[in-house]
């Protein structure tokens, strides 16, 4: 949402931000394989691959060269749709080796995503003043508390329309953004799709929401450190 607006390439991203989200999943995966390792050890060892429904490997190679093509091609708008329709057919085709297109779940994003482009620029007259009267610091755990009740998307977008920002306030816009992402479910845009894949996992598939903002907040922390620390 603001890296055009910013001038973030990917070299940027991956020396201000990337080094230090991938430290902070590190330690998070590890801490939580050590916190269930009882049931991880419980989990079904059986390969897939022997049963009647393995994937095949050239299906699989397809499926990796279409999210390599999704990166490549995302401000590319004719490839990307393009991609993506093939990408359909592909999933109709084989739809035995797939699991349900979560379809629905993304068009709810991206209609949400383009009311924020439509609407929020709007927002600029109460929401400079606002931000140019706090400080990094306060930005950084403002944006992380706030994106625990909205998107995270929202937050950075709507930062993006503020003229004049320093490049401490930017980088702490974006990194409180990307720490409070997992608080909630509606904070980041995977969030929903991930839900959609779990929920049969939990009783009556029902996320308590105060049950995941306090298993969220152990993680969020480290993830905190990292950004504001390294």
Do not use: C
């Not at 902070?24 to 390792?37: I, M, P, Q, S």
């Not at 950075?156 to 720490?179: H, I, M, P, R």
Request: hydrophobic content about 55%; overall charge negative; aromatic content about 12%.
């Amino acid at each position: 949402m603001v890296a055009g607006k910013w001038n973030w390439d990917i070299a940027f991203m991956i020396s201000a931000f990337g080094w230090k989200a991938a430290i902070a999943v590190v330690l998070n995966a590890v801490g939580a394989t050590l916190l269930f390792r009882k049931e991880l050890s419980q989990l079904s060892t059986t390969d897939s691959s022997e049963g009647s429904n393995s994937v095949p490997l050239v299906l699989s190679l397809v499926h990796l060269a279409f999210l390599v093509g999704v990166v490549v091609f995302a401000h590319h708008p004719a490839i990307f749709v393009g991609l993506f329709l093939f990408f359909l057919g592909v999933a109709d085709a084989y739809r035995h080796h797939q699991d349900r297109l979560i379809l629905r779940e993304g068009l709810l994003v991206a209609f949400f995503l383009a009311g924020l482009v439509v609407l929020g620029g709007q927002q600029q007259w109460w929401l400079q003043p606002v931000l140019m009267s706090m400080s990094s610091d306060a930005v950084f755990f403002g944006a992380t508390i706030f994106t625990a009740f909205t998107d995270n998307a929202a937050l950075t977008y709507l930062g993006s329309l503020v003229e004049g920002l320093s490049d401490d306030f930017k980088y702490a816009l974006v990194a409180g953004a990307v720490t409070g992402g997992g608080l909630t479910i509606i904070a980041n845009a995977p969030n929903p799709a991930g839900i959609a894949i779990l929920r049969s996992h939990f009783e009556e598939e029902v996320v308590h929401p105060l049950g995941l903002l306090l298993a969220a907040l152990p993680p969020t922390i480290i993830a905190a450190l990292a950004f504001w620390y390294l």
